[in-house]
């Protein structure tokens, strides 16, 4: 099954990179998918949700450079 191919691929990388929490958004066919994993605050151990805001910092500049390319 795709779904936990990616739900493991991203677990793995979690593990790997010590990455505390993730939130993933794909649109696939006409169908939204949001894949949660993981702590937004590690204090409060409160979840990552579809709506938590994550910030990007340098991200932008790539993302930006991308799509002007």
Do not use: C, R
């Not at 979690?14 to 006409?30: F, N």
């Not at 937004?40 to 500049?61: D, Y």
Request: hydrophobic letters at 35%; a positive charge; glycine letters at 8%.
């Amino acid at each position: 099954n795709s779904i936990q191919q990616i739900q493991s691929q991203i677990t793995h990388w979690m593990a790997d990179d010590k990455i505390p929490g993730v939130a993933v958004g794909l649109y696939y066919k006409g169908q939204d998918y949001y894949f949660n994993f993981g702590v937004a605050n590690k204090s409060t151990s409160s979840p990552v949700t579809k709506n938590t805001i994550f910030e990007l910092a340098s991200v932008g500049k790539t993302l930006t450079a991308t799509l002007l390319g």
